[in-house]
């Protein structure tokens, strides 16, 4: 049959049911635009800026098994989606972005048109694909490699780049003569499964690690039962919140270093590692000296659905392309029978020190205000959403401080109710997550908590929530200042006024104008205004004071990050 590009765009993201498409008008699309809001099988949702958009397509792809789709106009939306696309990027989390282009023939070379920008060049380093649809008569066989390069081996967004001449080209077509790309997923062989079982079997003491791979390959379940038959101790990556829920026996607290003092006890002196679809980024309190080193005689086993993956951030010392779930379903099978060898004694210390380490944070929380100070502190206040979210929200946490204190007190009951972007710490990601996690589950609560500086990256989103009735919670620690930045002026070039005071913003106020209700509120008043909000036909901003709190364990970022580098004062 005849169809134009844009039409068979369509018809593909069916296929493969792609449904959520984010955008911001471009009249280069205006087809696909066309299409996809006349037909109700989509979730098409316009947002207030490229990114926001990139934003929601990336938290598609952590709620649900499919992908997400944004686009933006030629140039400026091309340029504005980037942080949003940098972040799936980061994440690794699979999403189709599309830039619409100028007629093909005054782009390559470019005549100097209006907004004429080089998007495959732009999108090349934070893609895993990126290509311009030149022939019509090659677009079925261009988007469908493009979904299978996003979904397939290690996750991540693609690119497509469509002329406009070319997305309105009609084209004789037969989509079935174009089958979809459907790879079985890798498991590893019986011999290197053997060498896994007999590393854990006679570890003294063994470590299990879920990364974010685990919530992708849907292995939540058999991790869980993996930390059940073997009772090792367990933590899971900030990609993997909620993989390990905090009630089992042997959770020694999740999300890296935020995880807390137990986690990196544990992963400080495990003589065995079993980490499963992580990829030991700077979260991770292993192989980072001097703080982290690399402990002598320790063994790694990485498994990971990615070969480039394996040894590129710690030794190891075995390396297994897999499957996160068809790795466990095995694992478990062959480890259901056997006797463990680990020490009960040391297991025991580092649950004790995860314990004391609860017991340091709730501390904290226990003082109510900050030293000197009459002002509500990070930590009490977030220890107090924790008790009002409800068993089924999803929950955002966006900001700085605020981030850290969140991630201490907030359940994460399974990874796909907990959403973070911890790959490239993006401050603004918060609300376009919230918006898309309300999309896609009307009928549960969505509770955002984000710093103020956070809030105002992409708080122009509260018109799309408004707008599309995503009816959204967000709480603000309103502390007027980029929090995180206060000790690094203040500790470190004893400098007040390091840039990080901002103006106390009118959250309510600008809550209202946007079409949200709004309220300010206190420690007192918050459980009140929260039971409101859930009960609320409109998306509700609560706007809570609070005063910047260290962390126990912000000192981390400034020894991995920075690693040996010394900052000293400058004097003019
Ligand atoms: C887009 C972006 N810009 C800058 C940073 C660096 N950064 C990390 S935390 C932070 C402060 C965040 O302030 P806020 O959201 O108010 O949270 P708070 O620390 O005050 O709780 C900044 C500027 C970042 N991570 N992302
Ligand atoms: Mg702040």
């Not at 207030?48 to 098994?65: S, W």
């Not at 001097?290 to 710690?314: A, F, H, S, W």
């Not at 949200?516 to 909000?533: H, I, K, M, Q």
Request: proline letters at 6%; hydrophobic letters at 40%.
């Amino acid at each position: 049959m005849t169809d134009t590009v844009s039409s068979i765009l369509l018809k593909i993201l069916k296929k493969h049911e792609i449904k959520n498409i984010f955008c911001l008008p471009a009249a280069q699309l205006a087809m696909v635009m066309d299409g996809a809001s006349r037909d109700p099988y989509f979730n098409y949702i316009t947002t207030r800026h490229e990114e926001a958009a990139g934003h929601m397509a990336h938290a598609i792809g952590k709620l649900t098994n499919s992908m997400g789709v944004c686009f933006g106009t030629v140039g400026p939306g091309a340029t504005n989606m980037l942080p949003g696309v940098a972040a799936a990027w980061a994440d690794n989390i699979p999403l189709l972005v599309l830039t619409p282009n100028n007629p093909s023939r005054t782009i390559d070379p470019g005549k100097d048109q209006l907004q004429q920008a080089d998007h495959i060049a732009l999108y090349k380093s934070i893609t895993k694909w990126s290509a311009t649809i030149r022939y019509a008569d090659r677009a079925a066989e261009l988007i469908e490699r493009a979904i299978h390069i996003a979904r397939s081996g290690r996750p991540g967004p693609v690119h497509l780049d469509i002329p406009v001449d070319i997305g309105v080209g009609a084209v004789e077509h037969i989509l079935s003569s174009i089958p979809s790309i459907d790879i079985p997923r890798p498991v590893p062989d019986t011999a290197a499964m053997n060498q896994v079982v007999d590393l854990l079997v006679n570890a003294s003491r063994p470590v299990l690690i879920a990364g974010g791979g685990v919530a992708r390959s849907n292995g939540v379940d058999e991790f869980r039962e993996l930390v059940d038959i073997t009772g090792f101790a367990a933590t899971a990556t900030m990609n993997g919140r909620g993989i390990i829920p905090d009630d089992y026996k042997s959770y020694t607290g999740c999300g890296g270093i935020l995880a807390g003092r137990g986690a990196v006890k544990a992963l400080q002196e495990a003589d065995v590692i079993l980490s499963v679809g992580c990829k030991f980024s700077s979260w991770i309190p292993v192989n980072k000296p001097p703080l982290y080193p690399m402990i002598e005689g320790q063994k790694i086993i990485q498994v990971d659905i990615d070969n480039e993956t394996l040894g590129r951030c710690v030794p190891l010392a075995m390396g297994l392309v897999a499957d996160a779930r068809e790795f466990l379903k095995l694992l478990n099978a062959s480890l259901k029978e056997k006797n463990f060898k680990n020490d009960q004694k040391w297991l025991k210390d580092v649950l004790s020190t995860h314990k004391k380490y609860r017991k340091e944070i709730n501390d904290i929380a226990d003082q109510n205000t900050t030293k000197d100070t009459n002002i509500l502190n990070e930590a009490a206040a977030a220890r107090a959403i924790s008790t009002l979210i409800p068993e089924d929200a999803i929950v955002v946490v966006d900001g700085g401080q605020t981030m850290e204190w969140g991630h201490s007190f907030f359940r994460a009951t399974h990874p796909k109710n907990y959403l973070f972007a911890p790959g490239m710490g993006h401050l603004g990601f918060g609300l376009p997550f919230a918006n898309a996690a309300k999309l896609l589950n009307p009928d549960r609560p969505v509770v955002l908590v984000t710093g103020d500086g956070a809030m105002c990256c992409t708080g122009q989103e509260l018109e799309t929530a408004a707008r599309c009735g995503l009816n959204v919670i967000t709480i603000v620690f309103n502390d007027s200042c980029w929090g995180m930045y206060r000790p690094f002026g203040e500790a470190l070039f004893d400098n007040k006024e390091f840039g990080q005071t901002l103006t106390n913003v009118k959250f309510a106020d600008l809550a209202k104008s946007y079409g949200c209700l709004g309220e300010e509120v206190t420690l007192e008043s918050l459980p009140d205004a929260f039971n409101r909000a859930l009960k609320a036909n409109r998306p509700v901003v609560l706007d809570l004071h609070v005063d910047f709190t260290e962390h126990p364990m912000d000192f981390f970022w400034l020894g991995v990050v920075f690693e040996n580098i010394q900052f000293s004062p400058v004097h003019p």
